[in-house]
C-alpha cells in the first residue's frame, strides 16, 4: 500500500471554520498544492452565559463551530481524506472555553464516520469579549511576559470569572482555546496541550523561560490547575483516537497553532519576507469600487472603534472634514488608508529594513477581496508586496504537519 501523504489543515476562525488538503509537489515553485479546500460559515454566536458580562460579552456556541467543522469534513473528497497522515488545526487566539476532564466530547456514529459532539463544554468567550473593563484590568496583577493584559485574554477573562462568577468556574476542571479542545477531543488527551503562541495570547506567559507566571497567578488566587501544558509549535500533540471521516484511526494531530502565525506561514517563503494579516472586511463591494476611482483624500479616518489592547480608551475618530471629502469614495478611501496605516505604525519601514525584510506578504480575505486595501498596502511599504491564498491559515496549519512528515522520511 502507497504511503499516506497528504496532511489536513483545519482553521477554526471567529466568523468561518475552514479545511484544506495540502500535498507536496516539489516540481511547483511554492513546493506544495492544495488538492481540495473548503470554508462553512460557524453562525456560532450566542448570549453570554453569565449575565453580568452585559452586551460587551462575546461569545460562541462550541456545539455550532463543531457543527461548521463537521460540514467541512464531509465536503471534503473522500480518496483524499484517506491519505491523509497527519492533522494540522489553528484557530482565533486569546479566546477561553472550559470542559469537564473525560466528559468533554461523545463520539457518535454520524452516518458513514465516527464524528464527536460537545458534552459537559462552556461557550466560547472570544477574543472580542470585552467585559473586562480598564478598571478591572488595571486592579490585576502585572505579569512578566512581554505582552500586557487585555479584556478578551484567556486569564483576563477567567480572572473575571473568579470575581464575578466563582460557581461558574466550579463545573469544569480543563481550560484551552477552541482548537486545543479539537485536538484534545480528536485525541482523547485527559490534558490538554497547548503552544506557546496561544500560552502568550492568554497572558501571564514567559515566552523567554517558556512558563506560565504560576506565582504572580497563585498569589492572586487565580486557579492555576486550568492554565493547559505548554508544547513547542510543530509538535505532535497525539494521534487521533477514532477513524474521522475516512482519516484513519492513529493519524498524527499537531499542537493547536495561532491563527495569525499559521496564516503568515502559509504565504512566506523566504527568511526575508514579512507578513501581513488583514480579516474579512466589512466594507461591501460598491463602497470598494467608490474608493478605487477615488485615488487620493484630504480625509483622516482611525478605525480604532474598540480601542487598542495597549491604549483600550483610543476610540476611532475622523478628521480633516470638508465638504468636498464626504462622498462614498472618499470615506471608504480614507477607511482603508486608515486601517494599513494602523499596520504601517506596528512595522514600519525603518524596522522591517533593519530587520533585512525585502518582500510584504499579505493575507486574509480582506485583502484578498479589496483592491483598495491592496492600493493602501502598496503605497505604505517601499517593498515588493505579495499576496497569499483565501485558506491562509488552515494550509498554514497543513504545511506545518507536511514538513514534519517530510522531515520524518528524510530521517
Not at 61 to 74: G, K, P, S, T
Not at 146 to 155: D, E, M, N, P
Amino acid at each position: 500500500m502507497a504511503a499516506r501523504s497528504v496532511t489536513l489543515g483545519i482553521d477554526l476562525g471567529t466568523t468561518s471554520v475552514k479545511a484544506a488538503l495540502v500535498e507536496a509537489a516539489p516540481g511547483d515553485p511554492s513546493g506544495f498544492v492544495v488538492l481540495a479546500s473548503c470554508a462553512r460559515a460557524a453562525r456560532a454566536e450566542t448570549a453570554a452565559q453569565n449575565a453580568a458580562a452585559g452586551p460587551q460579552g462575546q461569545e460562541q456556541d462550541v456545539r455550532r463551530i463543531i457543527q461548521a467543522l463537521h460540514e467541512c469534513l464531509a465536503a471534503l473528497p473522500r480518496e483524499q481524506l484517506r491519505k491523509v497522515c497527519g492533522i494540522g488545526v489553528s484557530g482565533q487566539m486569546h479566546g477561553v472555553m472550559f470542559w469537564k476532564t473525560g466528559q468533554g466530547c461523545a463520539w457518535t456514529e454520524g452516518g458513514a464516520t465516527p464524528v464527536f459532539e460537545p458534552g459537559a463544554v462552556s461557550h466560547l468567550v472570544t477574543w472580542q469579549d470585552g467585559r473586562c473593563s480598564s478598571e478591572f484590568l488595571a486592579s490585576l496583577p502585572q505579569p512578566e511576559s512581554h505582552l500586557s493584559v487585555a479584556t478578551g485574554f484567556g486569564c483576563a477573562t477567567i480572572f473575571w470569572l473568579l470575581k464575578n462568577s466563582p460557581d461558574f468556574l466550579k463545573s469544569y476542571d480543563t481550560a484551552g482555546t477552541i482548537h486545543d479542545y479539537v485536538v484534545a477531543m480528536l485525541c482523547g488527551l485527559a490534558r490538554p496541550l497547548m503552544s506557546d503562541q496561544n500560552a502568550a495570547s492568554w497572558g501571564y506567559f514567559n515566552t523567554r523561560s517558556q512558563s506560565w507566571n504560576l506565582e504572580i497567578l497563585g498569589a492572586a488566587g487565580f486557579p492555576v490547575q486550568l492554565l493547559p501544558d505548554v508544547a513547542e509549535p510543530g509538535s505532535v500533540a497525539g494521534r487521533t483516537s477514532q477513524a474521522w471521516f475516512e482519516i484513519p484511526r492513529g493519524t498524527q494531530v499537531g499542537v493547536a497553532l495561532g491563527d495569525l502565525q499559521a496564516s503568515v506561514y502559509s504565504c512566506m517563503a523566504q527568511k526575508t519576507d514579512a507578513g501581513l494579516e488583514v480579516e474579512e472586511s466589512m466594507v461591501y463591494s460598491g463602497m470598494i469600487q467608490a474608493a478605487a476611482q477615488q485615488r487620493d483624500t484630504c480625509l483622516t479616518i482611525t478605525p480604532t472603534v474598540l480601542g487598542e489592547r495597549h491604549l483600550p480608551d483610543q476610540l476611532a475618530s475622523v478628521t480633516g472634514i470638508s465638504s468636498s471629502d464626504l462622498s462614498l469614495g472618499h470615506v471608504t478611501r480614507a477607511l482603508c488608508r486608515g486601517i494599513i496605516q494602523n499596520l504601517y505604525s506596528m512595522l514600519p519601514f525603518q524596522q522591517l529594513r533593519e530587520w533585512g525584510v525585502e518582500r510584504v506578504i499579505g493575507s486574509g480575505s480582506a485583502l484578498s477581496r479589496n483592491e483598495v486595501l491592496k492600493q493602501e498596502v502598496q503605497r505604505a511599504f517601499p517593498l515588493p508586496v505579495s499576496y497569499g491564498q483565501d485558506v491562509d491559515a488552515a494550509v498554514g496549519a497543513a504545511l506545518v504537519m507536511l514538513q514534519r512528515s517530510l522531515s520524518q522520511q528524510k530521517s
